[in-house]
């Protein structure tokens, strides 16, 4: 069996000195994990760890706070967890506990997570500066400010408090968005596992089936893998297809309509995210064929402006282009294609933008513009490109274009020569997908 990719400890070491030399020394950083979340009653979701967390400690355990203090002699990296305790465990799960966290996941020293109010406050002494990701955790704020004004309180016995607070996400975002090469390894693992759950619905699409049926062929390929859904599964045939946000998975296919699906894994954190349009009975009628083409043609556009040196906003508007373009040749819009766009008059038919940034949050972190402008691309950055038509029923439009909607949506990576198309394996041409479909299991 191919080995699987992985995150080293090395790596998870290297990111948090990043952040300490980025903060100074006198500096202080508190990040919380995520908390196990009630579904209902005594009943759990599925634990997903906090990103950032994730990205800093490779710890995947709730109930956690890691602590990165820049030039302490006594450790820099200190890890609050659960303690081992073989009675919880054997109901909810094996623990690394204190030895674990120093001996596995590389922290300076560790404490249960109980005694955090007795020793964290200590911790903060004589620290210029606390950074951390104020308004996430309501009550984390409270905690963490109480632990600072408990120190404000003792400033007669000399002590000196935290006087400042910086937002965490302004150091640690930036650091997320260039994905390192282990990063997009685990990326591309998870866009292989991804392509193949596309594939298989393809094939064992036809009329009649569920669109649930189909969303069940993405979990059992991911869970074959050892993954989960990075997010929420959009399975949406004819009208539904329209609905950006479509969830719901519970109505028949019919025969002649397209169906969008909207799906990607999560491998060690990181996030796949694709997105392919393809008719329920095999084969694009004429219609569909147009409005299908339009939008690849888009996509090949905007894939195309997505390379070093461009602004994020070149991609989208390079799709925008094609799809005016498209729109006023097939009559679904009216007028010269520059003004159009000026009007923003492909709204009705085109209303979100041609991407985002893509990692350990499906919709990662990282800002679209600098100092109020579009942000340069730079090599290892990640990102979707999915330019769209939605066209639904309205009485200026021809019903041969009512309940088409369409997304196509790949995951591209910034190089220093241009990009690669992490998801450049799953068919998208019109004959491709058809004789795909022939294929059927």
Not at 18 to 25: A, D, P, V
Request: charge should be negative; aromatic fraction near 8%.
């Amino acid at each position: 069996m191919k080995k699987r990719p992985t995150i080293t400890a090395k790596e998870y070491a290297m990111r948090r000195e990043q952040l300490m030399h980025m903060m100074g020394e006198q500096a202080i950083a508190i990040v919380p994990s995520a908390s196990m979340k009630i579904r209902n009653r005594d009943a759990e979701y599925g634990f997903r760890q906090d990103s950032s967390f994730l990205y800093l400690t490779g710890f995947n355990e709730p109930e956690a706070v890691a602590v990165f203090i820049a030039g302490r002699a006594e450790g820099e990296y200190i890890l609050f967890c659960q303690e081992s305790d073989p009675k919880i465990e054997q109901w909810t799960g094996r623990r690394a506990g204190m030895e674990g966290a120093v001996e596995i996941y590389g922290a300076d020293d560790a404490f249960p997570i109980t005694d955090i109010d007795d020793i964290l406050p200590s911790l903060m002494e004589e620290r210029r500066a606390v950074y951390y990701d104020m308004g996430n955790n309501a009550d984390f704020d409270q905690q963490v400010m109480g632990w600072v004004n408990s120190l404000k309180a003792k400033v007669r016995n000399g002590i000196h408090a935290p006087h400042e607070f910086v937002s965490l996400p302004l150091l640690v975002d930036d650091m997320r968005l260039y994905k390192s090469a282990a990063e997009l390894r685990a990326m591309r693992f998870s866009a292989k596992t991804a392509i193949a759950a596309h594939q298989q619905a393809m094939r064992v699409c036809q009329p009649n089936i569920m669109e649930c049926a189909l969303e069940a062929e993405y979990l059992h390929t991911f869970k074959q893998q050892g993954m989960d859904p990075a997010y929420t599964t959009i399975v949406g045939g004819g009208e539904n297809a329209c609905i950006l946000h479509y969830v719901n998975n519970d109505k028949p296919l019919k025969d002649g309509d397209l169906v969008l699906i909207d799906a990607g894994a999560e491998y060690l954190g990181y996030a796949s995210d694709i997105t392919r349009t393809f008719p329920v009975n095999g084969v694009f009628s004429e219609a569909q064929a147009q409005l299908y083409q339009i939008v690849l043609d888009a996509q090949k556009a905007a894939i195309a402006m997505a390379k070093p040196g461009n602004t994020w906003e070149q991609p989208h508007n390079a799709a925008v282009k094609v799809l005016v373009e498209g729109l006023v040749d097939i009559g679904l819009l009216e007028g010269e294609v520059e003004q159009l766009i000026e009007d923003e008059a492909y709204r009705p038919y085109y209303m979100h933008k041609t991407g985002h940034w893509l990692g350990l949050d499906v919709h990662d972190v990282g800002d679209y513009k600098v100092d109020d402008c579009w942000r340069l691309l730079e090599a290892g950055m990640t990102l979707t490109v999915e330019p769209g038509l939605y066209i639904s029923p309205a009485d200026d439009v021809d019903k041969k274009w009512w309940n088409i909607g369409i997304r196509i949506e790949d995951d591209v990576v910034i190089t220093k020569e241009g990009n690669e198309v992490l998801t450049a394996g799953l068919v998208k041409e019109i004959s491709e997908i058809e004789a795909l479909m022939r294929q059927a299991v």
